[in-house]
């Protein structure tokens, strides 16, 4: 097949998409599934068959406009522009095309909403972090990042009277105990596997500290890659798990009494040519440069309204408290786990390459691409301005004296509230998108405020 039907006739295959379709006819694919985040931090998505998967690729499959006005409860919320009428088009990324090892069969990609004549759509998340890194390219500056989630591996076991399902965790091992790691064992190895298999570098593993906790991080990234990751990531730890009878949830906080589920976000900023580390300064007590300082001057002046997109859920904020590390406070520190922005000390015999920022305001609950192109956006304010972030934090900053350090938000209200308020962030979100991501949260925050603890423990773990 040498052509493909685009919206605006039949084009030549690029090679990537000649890639894709080679692979899927050798490798026996008879579904790809075209992906997405939505405003409730949602994968969602539609898949195209073998036999149509040519003209899809330029043409994409059509989606109602009114599906980015929907909740993580399916609720459709009333949006200006994203109503019953009107439609966008999914689009895949050829660059993205993974063939799914936990689905036989199956493969995916990540796919851009896009308007009927191909053009960027204004409610499109990766459209919104493709932004975000043409505004660093401004600058002569490239983001690598990498999210570091964690997750609940367990069972779904029935309610008690008249309870909603529950999550039973796997284990109860200690925190990086090697009982963990067996009890885990042929579940870890099969996500390694699966992981790797779409081209996912796994890095680091272990038993963490909540019964069933897991954590696995994989390698950094160009932004957007390391948002596509966190897709792939999310879809792949589930995926694994339903195979296997088990059941695994991102979740900030799936179990109330058991520790949270974050997903840092570990960022740094790079020369166009990723030759040279611009947040590294051997000099600097820290290790790193003035430019890393603005950047998180920048992170701590809208760090109250970034939550409201790095913590995306009303589950979230369950495990943003103090002394859970998991940061309750608009700080920074080298190496303070109880601080928002936490300077990384480099690793030996890698200084320059290794120094990065952390944000630990952020779990998986997100959508990565809002979550990521919004901490860019934040760090750019801070470089452009010339923010100082003040005096690193070096003790639990709740031990300090009461109001010495801003808390951030205690609940989702609060930090869309912020976010509401933050005029940098709402014009980079633009009116579409940030109308339709406060009217979905805000819903979201209502609805669950109406029910009990049950209820909203069991809407997170079984959507993320």
């Not at 026996?28 to 409730?40: P, T």
């Not at 999550?167 to 109860?172: C, K």
């Amino acid at each position: 097949m040498a052509e493909r039907y685009s919206v605006t006739g039949v084009h030549p295959l690029d090679p990537e998409e000649r890639r894709v379709l080679e692979r899927v006819e050798t490798e026996g694919i008879e579904l790809v599934r075209f992906l997405y985040a939505d405003h409730g931090g949602v994968i969602r998505g539609k898949a195209a068959s073998r036999s149509r998967l040519a003209e899809r690729l330029g043409s994409g499959i059509g989606h109602t406009v009114a599906m980015m006005a929907m909740n993580m409860l399916d609720q459709l919320q009333e949006v200006e522009g994203l109503g019953p009428v009107g439609e966008v088009r999914l689009v895949p990324d050829p660059s993205t095309f993974v063939a799914l090892p936990h689905a036989p069969g199956a493969a995916a990609m990540l796919a851009d909403l896009r308007e009927i004549d191909g053009s960027p759509w204004a409610a499109c998340p990766r459209t919104f972090l493709r932004e975000a890194v043409a505004a660093l390219s401004e600058e002569r500056l490239v983001a690598v990042a990498a999210f570091e989630p964690e997750f609940t591996l367990g069972r779904r076991v029935p309610g008690t009277d008249g309870e909603p399902d529950r999550l039973l965790p796997l284990d109860d091992s200690l925190c990086y105990a090697t009982s963990g790691f067996d009890q885990a064992h042929d579940y870890a190895m099969r996500l390694v596997r699966a992981l790797q298999a779409q081209g996912l570098r796994v890095e680091h593993y272990h038993p963490e500290l909540g019964h069933g906790q897991q954590e696995l991080s994989v390698r950094h990234a160009p932004a957007m890659r390391a948002a596509d990751n966190q897709v792939i990531y999310r879809e792949t730890v589930r995926g694994v798990a339903f195979g296997m009878s088990l059941w695994a949830s991102l979740a900030p906080k799936p179990i109330a009494d058991q520790a949270g589920n974050g997903a840092h976000l570990h960022i740094s900023l790079w020369d166009p040519e990723l030759r040279s580390n611009v947040f590294s300064d051997p000099a600097d007590r820290y290790g790193v440069s003035a430019t890393a300082y603005r950047f998180i001057g920048g992170l701590i002046a809208h760090l109250p309204a970034l939550t409201a997109l790095t913590c995306g859920s009303v589950n979230s904020f369950r495990r943003l408290a103090p002394r859970m590390w998991s940061s309750a406070y608009a700080c920074y520190g080298m190496d303070n786990r109880e601080a928002a922005v936490r300077i990384c000390s480099p690793m030996r015999g890698a200084a320059e390459a290794s120094a990065n920022l952390e944000i630990k305001p952020s779990d998986s609950s997100a959508n990565p691409y809002l979550s990521l192109g919004a901490v860019i956006h934040a760090g750019l304010d801070g470089i452009r301005r010339g923010l100082d972030p003040g005096e690193a934090v070096d003790v639990d900053p709740a031990t300090l004296p009461e109001g010495s350090v801003p808390r951030l938000p205690r609940s989702l209200d609060e930090a869309l509230d912020a976010l509401e308020a933050d005029d940098l962030l709402m014009n980079a979100l633009g009116p579409l998108r940030s109308s339709a991501y406060l009217a979905v949260k805000r819903s979201e925050a209502r609805a669950f405020a109406a029910e009990d603890v049950s209820y909203e423990l069991f809407n997170h773990f079984r959507v993320f």
